[in-house]
Nanobody, 119 residues
Framework: QVQLVESGGGLVQPGGSLRLSCAAS????????MSWYRQFSGKERELVAH????????NYADSVKGRFTISRDTAKDMVYLQMSSLKPEDTAVYFC????????????WGQGTQVTVSS
């Protein structure tokens, strides 16, 4: 059974930092590219960051470039999203997604973790 479990969300003040974690189980982690998406209230999910299965290719949404960093630890089957200089407009539910090398869309999703940026 495949599971993606996010953690690390919470309430933070503008300008602050948070690190989201996503623990994967039930998959051969090294075969999956990993992404973070976020969903604003009443909106569709949008891609925040993606890291390839080997870690060599990384891309970010323009809105988070220079502020967010995605990384993965294949030994621990974990993917992280380090978020810095947070803004109120970053407030959303953040989801972890696993996409197999041969897939064109996410194969598995986590349950999401709420990030709220507010003073």
């Amino acid at each position: 059974q495949v599971q993606l479990v996010e953690s690390g969300g919470g309430l933070v003040q503008p300008g602050g930092s948070l690190r989201l974690s996503c623990a994967a189980s039930g998959v051969i982690f090294s075969l999956y590219g990993m992404s973070w998406y976020r969903q604003f209230s009443g909106k569709e999910r949008e891609l925040v960051a993606h890291i390839s299965s080997g870690g060599g290719n990384i891309n970010y949404a323009d809105s988070v470039k220079g502020r967010f960093t995605i990384s993965r630890d294949t030994a621990k089957d974990m993917v992280y999203l380090q978020m810095s200089s947070l803004k109120p407009e970053d407030t959303a539910v953040y989801f972890c997604c696993a996409r197999a090398r041969w897939s064109t869309q996410c194969d598995y999703w986590g349950q999401g973790t709420q990030v709220t940026v507010s003073s």
